[in-house]
């Protein structure tokens, strides 16, 4: 349940951070699938895509690992097991709290990722 000054930060600032939502042997999952991706173990579905940070495509950054090169995936709706995070009892508790319906879409899904080295920034 959200407290009133939960409820009121959303209002304020467009979305709230809940520490701890979403339980560590979840998060864990949903983290070693996206490694599965970036390392090529799994083969990205539908219209997923894996992203090059703009440092790394250009050749101004040298990744020392595959999951250093990715800094999204995109599209993840038709992998089961990322899918999961998008249906998490506790987020759509939330959303439902937050939004006071139970009648939610999922448009875009995506993670991102910060590799060190990179600044982050897009031309």
Known sequence: ML???????????GYLLLSGLVDAGSLERYNHRFIEFVEGAATPVSEMKLMQDVMVA???????????????????EDDPELYEYVRHPALLASVVELLGSHELYSIVTNVFNKPPGVDGRHP
Do not use: D, M, W
């Open 3 to 13: 407290t009133e000054t939960q409820r009121a930060s959303y209002q304020a600032n």
């Open 58 to 76: 250009k050749g101004a950054v040298t990744p020392h690992t595959p999951l250093h090169a990715i800094n999204k995936l995109l599209n993840f």
